[in-house]
């Protein structure tokens, strides 16, 4: 549960201390209200603050309503200094450029799995061709509403071309049989 707590000294309304526990993030805080619509008219409020014990940027909820809501009903200020900023700003990009990378590896491996023409596959299921059959592909095309492959083992010679649905192929990378991507 999150608690605020406004620092009221002769009347003056401070900034908020922002609590989660027993942890406070007193100067530490990176960012006024924002805000994000949850649909039907719904919003959520947060802030993000430095954690200095996991050393990353967090967002902590500071609520969620029917209407919308300016930095100053809930007392939120920026406080941080210049040097937190500098460190949440190196963490944000190194987590952005972590993110590109699982992003990236995801693309190539969707890549290898592909059946594409050029790529060697091997018939997995089906009633058309004995399961275990590979060759080179040489066509990919629609027929009749399903996708249809054209494959041979010798892509020269067009009189040993397989046809088959491409469900039933699977992409083979040295030797080793790939799962196709669903």
Known sequence: MITYTRDITDGYKGPV??????????????????ETYR?????????????????????????EGYCTMTSDHAHVVKDATPDLIALAEAWKAEQERLRWERLEAERRE???????????????????????TQGVVFWIGNRNGYVRVGFSSDPSD????????LHNVAVVDNGEVLDQVA
């Open 39 to 63: 649909g039907h008219d719904r919003y959520r409020r947060y802030c993000e603050v430095w954690d200095a014990d996991t050393q990353s940027v967090r967002q902590i909820e500071i609520g």
């Open 158 to 165: 067009r009189s040993l071309a397989k046809w088959d649905y």
């Open 110 to 132: 969707v890549a290898r799995r592909t059946v594409l023409p050029g790529k060697t596959v091997q018939v997995v299921k089906g009633r058309t061709n004995p399961r275990g």
């Open 17 to 34: 201390v922002i609590t989660e526990g027993t942890i406070r993030y007193t100067g530490a805080t990176l960012t006024n209200i924002i």
